[in-house]
């Protein structure tokens, strides 16, 4: 107890429930018989005021996520309002606040290259069709964690594939199917005397992986002697489209959806995704 500010108690309390989501609210007297502690700052320091980030001392769902400090009557009669709040868990120490994960979806469009059934998309001659387009969509995974400095990791993994299975709300993620886009950090803050970053991270999650995966199809092709020479057509004239190749060099011969090939490039570098903050 501070001096000079007399502690009255806990005077006022309400409630509710939201569709689920309980708030409190419970307000702290102090009366201040010296003018010069009538201070709001000094008010809401007082030892009595429940910390950010505590928890309600009767729902142990509920945190504590802002305080009110108000003069009532001129000087003398201080109110704080604490406010609880369970729609997101809190700590007293921001570095323990568990991870706000959000999962959304987006819509995409790009060439079609095979089927559901992973056959080529050839039209009846064999030949591949040109911009053939199909639309997709993908899960989109947004992470919002608190952390204590700017990672060693956040340049190196911009654009990585996870390179091993991992853990995400719950959820274990194959090899090579999660795509870590650019983290952001957020200014320097301080709760409770504890220094935060917020980190913001995407990671978008594709079912077919992310190696790339075009047709072997090409102008040129290698004959028998492995020389590199144009495809032509039966009139001897250059082929105006790209043909299928065999995966070796050679063409195709007689080419069908089912015996089209596929190459498959790793085009993005591979990170440990459990190194990341996701809990």
Known sequence: MTA???YKGIRGRTASNTRGVRTYQH????????????????IGSQPQVPLIGSQHPDDPEAWCESLQVRMVTMFAEWAVTANYTTERELSENPLWD????????????????????G?????????????????????VVSIVKNVASIPTWIINSEDAVNSAEFELDGVLIPI???????????????????????LSMSIK?????????????????????????????DDGTDVTMPVPLNGSGGLLADPTPSTAVFGSYDVYPAFDFSLLPLT
Not at 205 to 229: C, F, H, I, M
């Open 176 to 198: 090579g199917k999660a795509k870590l886009g650019a983290p952001r950090i957020g200014r320097r803050q301080v709760r409770n005397g504890v220094t935060f970053r917020q």
């Open 27 to 42: 307000e702290h007297l102090y009366n201040v018989t010296d003018k010069l502690l009538a201070r709001e700052y000094v």
């Open 98 to 117: 568990p991870a706000e994960i959000e999962w959304d979806g987006e819509n995409f469009e790009e060439v079609a290259l095979y089927d559901r059934d």
């Open 205 to 233: 999650l594709n079912k077919d992986g992310w190696d790339l995966q075009p047709l072997d199809a090409g102008y040129r092709y290698r004959n028998g002697s492995s020389e590199l020479v144009r495809a032509t057509s």
């Open 119 to 139: 056959d080529a998309i050839l039209n009846s001659a064999g030949d591949p069709f040109e911009n053939v387009m199909r639309e997709r969509t993908r899960r």
């Open 4 to 6: 000079g500010i007399e």
